[in-house]
Every structure is written in C-alpha cells, then in structure tokens.
C-alpha cells in the first residue's frame, strides 16, 4: 500500500509542476494567449519569437527546473524504499505530460523539451550535455529547435536501456519521447514547406509564397 502512495504521490506532484507553464504565463501578463501566436505553442522557442529573450530565458529556466529539481531530489536527497526505485523516473514523466496537457489550460500545453532536457539533467549529466551539443549544433545548421528536440527524444530511451538495462523505466520514456515526436509533427511539416518559424531571423519562403508572389508581379 505505501509503495502505491509514493507512486500516487509522484505522479500527482510531478503533473501539478508540469503545469506551472512559465510561458503561458508571462505571456497573459503581458495580455495575450501565447497559443494564438507565433508557432502557436506555449514554450520557450515560442516565448522567444514572441516576447523575446527574457521571456524566453526564464521559460527554459522554469520548464527544466520544475523536472529536474523533484527528480534530483527523489534520486539523491530522499531515502526511497528499494521497491520505489521507479519513482524519479515515473515523476519526471508526470511533470512532461503535466507541461503537455495542463487541464487549466484545457490540456493544450507545450512540447516538453525544456522539461525533457530537466529530467535528462537528473538522470545523467553527461546525456544533457550531449543534447546541450546536438541542440547548438542543429540550432547553427538549420536554426531549427524542433529537430534538435525529436533527436534528443528519440535517444533518450536508448540511451536509458544500455545506461540501465531497466525495462519498465526505458519502456515509459519512450512513450514519453513518441508523444513528444507527435506533438512536434506539425513542426516538420512546417519546416519541409518552409513556413515553420526559426528561432532567429526570417523564415524561408514556402513555394506557394513565393508562386503567389511572382503571380502579384506578373
């Protein structure tokens, strides 16, 4: 019975963390829905487009927090019983899908990569600075956050595997990263038509942008 507590108790914790949304409440500070702009996603590549460094600066800051601080502390400062050894990774997860689908916002959250990169620099500090890397390198390439996140989420449950061999725990984190992939599905589509928003600069011209501008010309 104490083990199905401790377990209740993560996950409602770790789902109520997930919805303190750092983004989407700047943003109704500053009087607007951060949904209805920009990309349209309540996250800090979206804080950045929309409000600026700062904003998106203290997103980050509060999205990974939130995942890393409970998860740290579960693995390193509280003394769990052996048949909970599950619970840090269980509780991270609660705080991503609580940052995804947050019901004061009826269930319309961000994407979970700042939160990811927060469980990831609980579990491993060396795996965060691999995805610190990859997120930089794509960023300079492409300029593109969104790849550098489905990257980072599709490695993280391999990397878990071999790290610990513990089928349960690697098993939740790839139903984890496939949701945050889908959630970054229209990014993709966005970025093959040239439409997506990049975290700096101006966007690529779709074809269809630029078939209608030449119709204008002519």
């Known amino acids: 019975m104490k083990t199905i507590l401790w377990y209740l108790g993560g996950i409602l914790v770790g789902y109520l963390l997930g919805n303190i949304n750092t983004a989407a409440i700047i943003a109704r500070c500053k009087g607007f829905d951060?949904?209805?702009?920009?990309?349209?996603?309540?996250g800090a590549s979206n804080a950045l487009v929309t409000m600026?460094?700062?904003?998106?600066v203290a997103t980050a800051l509060v999205d990974i927090l939130?995942?890393?601080?409970?998860?740290f502390l579960l693995m390193h400062v509280m003394h769990l019983p052996p048949e909970c050894?599950?619970?840090?990774?269980?509780?991270?997860?609660?705080?991503?899908?609580?940052?995804m689908f947050p019901f004061w916002m009826q269930f319309r959250g961000g994407?979970?990569?700042?939160?990811?990169?927060?469980l990831i620099l609980?579990?491993?500090?060396?795996?965060?600075?691999?995805?610190?890397?990859?997120?930089?390198?794509?960023?300079?390439v492409t300029r593109y956050?969104?790849?550098?996140?489905m990257i980072c989420a599709a490695a993280l449950p391999v990397f878990w595997w071999i790290h610990?061999?513990?089928?349960?725990?690697?098993?939740?984190?790839?139903?984890?990263?496939?949701?945050?992939?889908?959630?970054h599905s229209q990014n993709i589509k966005r970025i093959l038509n040239g439409t997506e928003i990049p975290a700096w600069g101006k966007k690529r011209k779709s074809q269809s942008d630029s078939e209608g501008q030449k119709e204008t010309q002519d």
């Open 85 to 99: 050894r599950s619970l840090p990774v269980v509780t991270g997860a609660a705080v991503i899908l609580g940052h």
């Open 34 to 42: 951060i949904r209805t702009k920009g990309s349209g996603n309540a």
């Open 52 to 56: 600026g460094k700062g904003a998106a």
């Open 164 to 183: 610990t061999g513990n089928i349960p725990e690697t098993v939740l984190l790839a139903v984890i990263s496939l949701v945050i992939i889908i959630k």
């Open 111 to 118: 994407k979970g990569y700042a939160s990811l990169l927060g």
């Open 145 to 149: 956050i969104a790849l550098a996140t």
């Open 122 to 140: 609980a579990l491993s500090w060396q795996f965060f600075l691999i995805c610190i890397g990859i997120l930089a390198v794509i960023l300079l």
């Open 66 to 71: 939130k995942a890393f601080v409970p998860v």
